[in-house]
């Protein structure tokens, strides 16, 4: 077994640049610190500090070892802020898995009715649908929001329900979007550059069928997986570019769009994913509970 303590001296040692440094920093004798990093590099098999001026630097083993301590001990403060908090019971805490496919704009809206709870903290994972499934199903998530439903593994137990479906819009930057392009759309299309969510977004596959259906052979400029980066690149006259109806209530934030037109024969649906504790988690009922309020509307 690894001694962390030892490590930590050595961390410390490797951090101020020398044993009487660390010795001043942690308040203890630099005899004592330097026996237990030369514990530590015994217990490695290799030296993980050489000489260097006044002070020591690090041996190519030892540049492995302070990488990984680097990484340890700010965990290890994680822990201490995240048990503090826990312990204060103030820190209403929300973990969310965001799946590549669907629109980032649109979940924002979805996760409005939470944003207001005192004293939260919103964490966002964003990942590949599967990826995200075995991290909620381990509980380092509390829902996943993804364009489908969950595939039915009674392995993982897990549980979904879909809580937005919104029709599509097109946006584009105001250079192209003259009313003429407005006029003619959809057809309009085959005439502009044009931004797509990726193969990874179940909403692709529709918007390919969709532009067959019509005959419209889109000049495809760019294909991004986030759709805050397909606004973006579209207001700094890239292309245009579809959003969800509750995507496009954040599209105002991003200066320089202009609607170009409906698209209500194609939506984009959210699914919620959670797992049996995730159920019980008062803000993943929230989200629920504000979209079955949505649908009752």
Same mark, same amino acid.
């Given at each position: 077994?690894?001694? !962390?303590?030892?490590?930590? !001296?050595? &961390?410390? #040692?490797?951090?101020?640049? %020398?044993?009487?440094?660390?010795?001043?920093?942690?308040?203890?004798?630099?005899?004592?610190?330097?026996?237990?990093?030369? $514990?530590?590099?015994?217990?490695?098999?290799?030296?993980?500090?050489?000489?260097?001026?006044? %002070?020591?630097? =690090?041996?190519?083993?030892?540049?492995?070892? !302070?990488?990984?301590?680097?990484?340890?001990?700010? =965990?290890?403060?994680?822990?201490? $802020?995240?048990?503090?908090?826990?312990?204060?019971?103030? #820190?209403?805490?929300?973990?969310?898995?965001? @799946? $590549? %496919?669907? @629109?980032?704009?649109?979940?924002?809206?979805?996760?409005?009715? +939470?944003?207001?709870?005192?004293?939260?903290?919103?964490?966002?994972?964003?990942?590949?649908?599967?990826?995200?499934?075995?991290?909620?199903?381990?509980?380092?998530?509390?829902?996943?929001?993804?364009?489908? *439903?969950?595939?039915?593994?009674?392995?993982?137990?897990?549980?979904?329900?879909?809580? *937005?479906?919104?029709?599509?819009? &097109? !946006?584009?930057?105001?250079?192209?979007?003259?009313?003429?392009?407005?006029? /003619?759309?959809?057809?309009?299309?085959?005439?502009?550059?044009?931004?797509?969510?990726? *193969?990874?977004?179940?909403?692709?596959?529709?918007?390919?069928?969709?532009?067959?259906?019509?005959? +419209?052979?889109?000049?495809?400029?760019?294909?991004?997986?986030?759709?805050?980066?397909?606004?973006?690149?579209?207001? /700094?006259?890239?292309?245009?570019?579809? #959003? @969800?109806?509750? %995507?496009?209530?954040?599209?105002?934030?991003?200066?320089?769009?202009?609607?170009?037109?409906?698209?209500? $024969?194609?939506?984009?649906? +959210?699914?919620?994913?959670? @797992?049996?504790?995730?159920?019980?988690?008062? =803000?993943?009922?929230?989200?629920?509970?504000?979209?079955?309020?949505?649908?009752?509307?």
């Amino acid at each position: 077994m690894l001694n !962390y303590r030892h490590l930590y !001296y050595f &961390w410390m #040692v490797a951090k101020e640049g %020398g044993f009487a440094r660390a010795a001043d920093r942690l308040e203890m004798a630099v005899q004592t610190i330097s026996a237990q990093v030369r $514990d530590l590099e015994k217990s490695l098999g290799h030296q993980l500090l050489k000489p260097s001026g006044r %002070g020591v630097a =690090l041996t190519e083993a030892g540049q492995a070892a !302070y990488g990984r301590a680097e990484e340890i001990f700010q =965990l290890g403060q994680c822990i201490v $802020d995240e048990v503090r908090e826990a312990a204060s019971a103030q #820190v209403a805490r929300l973990s969310v898995g965001l @799946s $590549d %496919g669907i @629109s980032k704009l649109a979940a924002h809206a979805l996760l409005e009715p +939470v944003l207001a709870t005192p004293h939260l903290r919103l964490v966002c994972h964003e990942g590949e649908f599967d990826e995200l499934l075995s991290e909620l199903a381990l509980h380092q998530l509390d829902v996943v929001l993804a364009g489908q *439903a969950a595939p039915r593994n009674p392995n993982q137990r897990l549980s979904s329900e879909r809580i *937005a479906r919104s029709a599509l819009q &097109w !946006y584009g930057p105001a250079s192209l979007v003259k009313k003429s392009v407005r006029d /003619r759309f959809p057809q309009s299309l085959q005439d502009l550059p044009v931004l797509l969510p990726t *193969a990874h977004s179940p909403l692709r596959s529709t918007l390919d069928t969709w532009f067959h259906d019509i005959g +419209v052979r889109p000049r495809v400029v760019g294909e991004f997986e986030d759709s805050a980066l397909l606004a973006v690149f579209s207001a /700094r006259g890239l292309g245009a570019f579809p #959003v @969800s109806q509750l %995507g496009a209530q954040d599209v105002g934030l991003v200066r320089g769009l202009r609607l170009l037109g409906d698209c209500p $024969d194609i939506s984009e649906e +959210v699914h919620a994913i959670w @797992s049996r504790r995730g159920q019980h988690h008062p =803000l993943v009922r929230q989200i629920l509970a504000a979209s079955h309020r949505a649908d009752a509307v």
